[in-house]
Structures are given as C-alpha cells and as structure tokens.
C-alpha cells in the first residue's frame, strides 16, 4: 500500500507539472526504426552493450556475464568467445580503442545497482577478426577505476576520439554525471581514478504517459543506459529505456560542453529494454540492441533529414 501510495503521488505531480508536448521528443519527431533483425544466439537474452567492429561484424555481451557475441548487421550469430578472469561482476557496455598493435574492445564492468563497489574495471580484449570466434579471448590488460566523489552505478561509456578519453556517463544521477580516464595511461596503468568533468543538461523526465504505459520502469525512462562516439568524434548517442538521444559536438568543443545543448531525441524504438547503442563504423546508421527477448536489433540510418534534424536541435546554446 505504501508503495502504491508514493507511486499515486508521483504520478499525480508529474501530471501537474508536465510541460506541454514540443516539437522535441513527440511521436511527430519520431524516426522511421528500421528492424534490422532479430539476434540469433539463443544464449543472448540480456543484450547490454554494443559495439561495431571491423569487415562489419558488430560485438555485444550479456548483461553481467563473461562471453562476447559477433553478430553482422542483421543480427545473424556468427559466434561467441568466452573471457576467464576472476571478479567479473557486472559488464554493462563495450566500446572500441586503438592498441599497439590494433583495436581493442573495451568491456566495462561498471554495473553497480546499489553503489556500493569502491571500484570498477575495464578488460581490454584483443578485437576477434571476422570468422574467428571458436579460441577464447585475449585479455590484453585490466584496469581498475575508481569515482573521485563514490560509488556510481554506470552503464555507458564510449572512448572520445578528439580527446582520446574513455567517458563515463553515470546513470542514476539527476543530471547525469560524466568522468572520464586518458586512453594512454589506461592502457599501461593498473588502477586510475577517473576525472570529474561536471554534469549534463538533464535528459527529458518521465511523463505521465510514461509511468501509465510502463508502470514498472516508467519512471526510470530518462536514465542513461548506453552511450557510442561516432568514429569522427562528431556525434555522440545515449540510450534510455524510452528514446534516443544524438549530439552534435562543434569544432574543438569538448564533450562536456556538447552535452549541455538540447539534443536531438528520436522516440523509441518499440522495444523492451534498450541498453546497447552503436554508430556503424562508416558512420552511415545507429544501431540499438534491446536486453530482453525477443532481441530485435534497431537501426536508424543517419540521412540527411535525420542530420538535418540533429544538426537544427543541437544548434542553439545553452
């Protein structure tokens, strides 16, 4: 009763004070959502993280588990590699960085639903080529990374190619926080603390609509559960449970500061637990994975009305 006291209140204030609906964020703005696919692997059925890699193969995991899945473009499983290390605890996302000799996939095991780790880890893996699935995988490094201000439950980070930083974006802060760690010194050191670069302009709150549509993660629909770099560092995607967010970073502009224009929003897609994002590496569409099955694989192709769109909602100031 208690529980259902506090979720009428909050209902009831959010219906109060709900803005009127904008051009931003309505189902007018939404995109046309390509189903690219469905994901094969019968053993992916808590897809979180995503991650295009080379020859068009694209690499995701299991929400909290060891083993990364290849898919193509489609979805089509072109096989998995397990990862034996102890004190994995909680991969939330993967992204993609240069090595010495060549790319590196990056898992974050950064899950921390109760924000009690004191730190986090990254295991960079070498990038399996296409076709060769069947060996386990190359641990290359491991790095531990801890918060300067606690505790953060994390579930999106993307390596920035202008700053060569790993970002993190945390999500059950309002306003989300970002940090970020050196590329370079992540790669040889054994612990960092990651660099408190500020807060982001709030993403859109939960609306009314929201909570009655989905009343058991209604109200969590603004949270920040994946995040990709375009390869040019222009573009940046966040993913929640209700929509997709791009960003469009101005020349010699850091991300932080990107981060504090309205972004573009494209509603949806329709699935049931978005947390994987990716931009394909010819920077052509977004992809998006969703943690539950059955697992359709999303596509958003970045067009020119869709760039139109970003590049007119991301041009004002702050």
Known sequence: MKQFLTSTVLLLALTACEPAATANGTEENTPNWVLAGKLEAKK?????GLQAGRDGVYFLHNDGKKHIYAIDSTGR????????????????DLTRVMGEDGPLLVVADTGDNSASRGNVSLYFLDEPEKGDMDKKLNLVHKLDVR???????????????????????????????????PRDLALVKQ?????????????????????LSHPKRGFWVSQPTGMDISADGRLAAVITYRSLYVYERRENESWLAAFQREPA??????????????????????????????????????????????????AADP
């Open 191 to 211: 612990e960092l603390e990651a660099t408190f670069l500020g807060e982001i302009r709030p993403l859109r709150p939960p609306t009314r609509s929201d909570i």
């Open 77 to 92: 499983d072109l096989g998995r590699k397990s990862l034996k290390s102890a004190g994995i605890k909680d991969w939330e």
């Open 44 to 48: 992916l059925d808590e897809a979180s």
């Open 265 to 314: 929003e494209f509603v949806g897609p329709r699935g049931l637990h978005e947390e994987g994002v990716t931009f394909s590496l010819d920077q052509q569409s977004i992809f998006v994975a969703t943690e539950r099955r059955p697992s359709p694989l999303y596509r958003l192709d970045l067009d020119e009305t869709v760039l139109k769109q970003i590049r007119h909602e991301t």
């Open 147 to 181: 918060y300067p201000d606690g505790a953060r439950d994390v579930e999106a980070i993307s390596h920035d190619p202008h700053s060569d930083m790993i970002l993190f974006l945390s999500k059950r802060d309002k306003p989300p926080r970002l940090y970020g760690i």
